[in-house]
């Protein structure tokens, strides 16, 4: 094969959604030992072209992909993967109870001896040989959850070459979102090690200081089109984030200050977690502060470090006192945390909603031996059914057949029944409709006047700017900015959430 030709081309690629356009004629090229990273804000077209490759969507009508210079059709997953196309998500799909040897044969099986034993000698020196081709050297026998991170990053990466001879691309989705920085470095050795074997890289990151480091070629997408490829030698950061965002939009700076109420509910001070770093934030009494921030800068992770369900250093102090790192410390603290997965973490989906809504405080309607009294019970979820607008008004429906945005106002009411001093919202409108989406905007406002201190963290710039007095940007685990007035705009939040990162 000539080394002229790509091994991985794209032209006029398209994907089309239900009332979306997701991707429209966007040309892509890869070439052997490149890495080719792939930049845009959320909802530009990375997923979906990413997927698209992955065989778990198909392309509209028109689309070419080459590799090699022969013609493929990805039509499911199984195509993607025999002509060569390998994948490390950013969950990575690891399994923490078992170890590397284990992890590495999931989905290929393991070697067999006689009588059908398995083979284990010969799977651990296999499974060392292949994380040394990429740099690594740690016991494989560990189970994979007290691995570092790095560590099980390169365990993904090492499943997805298995059979390496087989393999021409490798596609690392947001490989360091939830990597501490000072273990990036052993990441990138690792995808040096990649390239060095021949394959072409892609790879897709919101931490432009990586691209600047790792990558030879950057193209960005924007509302689903290619905006332009450029050798890393040709641009400089500056100009990537106004591809990115567009300069259209780009308002000047004009400060307003917050006119609120004085009284400081909500401390947080030297705050660590996984990505977490040295956390500072105030939230004071009738106020509305939001967190923003790309995958991997630590918003995923600092409400639940607030609210004790992750292990943290540093303090957290509600009106004053310092609060115990446990969910029970901070319950009693007044503090009340509506969870990103509602499903999962927000309720039990086979019990009522009368059920999910009391379980904050069961004793509210107990009777003496601990028996519920269920007319008590179904009159006060009757009242926040009616103030919520939860449909079906029905208190014995059962949450799971609750569409998206009436299980989240029955979680709020969960929580908001306990009246809390602070109030933690986590994606709050994720997977909603707009009727629930304004429902749920104007209830965190009214918390807030209430006297209620709330903070919410979303991937949604334009909500926090409807909803919030002022927005905190997380960047690589710190807080790098506190916007309000007039500067509180998408375009600003989406600048600061990019710029100026700190080099590994």
Not at 24 to 34: A, Q, T
Not at 382 to 409: C, M, V
Request: glycine share 10%.
């Amino acid at each position: 094969m000539r080394d002229d030709v790509p091994v991985l081309s794209i032209r006029g690629i398209s994907k089309t959604f239900p009332g979306t356009k997701a991707l429209h004629l966007v040309d892509f090229d890869l070439h052997r030992g490149e890495v080719h990273a792939l930049v845009g804000q959320n909802g530009s077209g990375k997923s979906t072209l990413i997927k698209t490759l992955a065989g778990y969507h198909s392309p509209d009508p028109g689309t070419l992909i080459e590799l090699d210079g022969e013609e493929l059709h990805i039509h499911n997953t199984a195509a993607s993967h025999t002509a060569g196309l390998r994948f490390v998500h950013q969950d990575l799909g690891l399994v923490h109870d078992l170890n590397t040897v284990e992890n590495l044969a999931l989905g290929r099986g393991f070697q067999t001896g006689f009588g059908g034993r398995i083979r284990w000698r010969a799977e651990r020196r296999d499974a060392e040989r292949r994380l040394k081709a990429l740099g690594y050297q740690f016991d494989v026998s560990r189970p994979v959850g007290e691995l570092k991170a790095a560590e099980r990053t390169g365990i993904a990466i090492a499943r997805a070459l298995h059979d390496c001879e087989q393999a021409r691309v490798l596609v690392v989705d947001e490989p360091t979102a939830a990597l501490p920085r000072h273990e990036v470095k052993v990441l990138f050795d690792a995808i040096d090690h990649v390239r060095q074997m021949g394959l072409g890289v892609i790879y897709v990151s919101h931490r432009l200081d990586e691209i600047f480091r790792i990558a030879d070629r950057v193209s960005v997408l924007r509302g689903g089109r290619r905006i332009g490829t450029y050798g890393i030698s040709e641009i400089d950061q500056d100009r990537l984030i106004s591809l990115m965002i567009g300069d259209e939009q780009m308002r000047p700076p004009q400060l307003r200050d917050y006119a609120g109420e004085d009284d400081v509910v909500l401390e947080a001070h030297s705050l660590c977690g996984v990505v977490v770093d040295n956390a500072e934030l105030v939230v004071r009494r009738g106020e509305v502060v939001g967190i923003a921030g790309l995958t991997g800068s630590g918003r995923e992770e600092i409400l639940g470090l607030m609210f004790g369900v992750a292990s943290r250093h540093g303090d957290v102090l509600v009106d004053g006192r310092r609060v115990p790192a446990s969910t029970r410390g901070a319950i009693d603290a007044g503090i009340s945390l509506v969870p990103a997965d509602r499903r999962g973490a927000g309720a039990i989906t086979t019990l009522t909603v009368s059920e999910n809504c009391t379980l904050t405080d069961l004793r509210r309607h107990s009777r003496r031996g601990g028996a519920i009294r269920r007319t008590a019970e179904r009159q006060e979820v009757a009242e926040w059914i009616r103030d919520l607008d939860i449909r079906p008004p029905r208190p014995e429906s059962i949450f799971a057949t609750l569409s998206g945005g009436n299980q989240q106002k029955v979680v709020l009411a969960k929580w908001l029944r306990c009246k809390p001093r602070v109030l933690l919202l986590d994606e709050p409108t994720q997977g909603v409709d707009v009727h629930a989406k304004a429902t749920i905007h104007a209830l965190a406002r009214e918390v807030a006047t209430s006297g209620c201190a709330v903070l919410m963290a979303s991937s949604d710039d334009a909500e926090l700017c409807d909803t919030c007095d002022r927005v905190l940007v997380l960047r690589n685990g710190r807080i790098a900015a506190d916007v309000h007035g007039d500067r509180l705009t998408p375009e600003e939040i989406a600048r600061l959430q990019l710029e100026s990162p700190i080099a590994i």
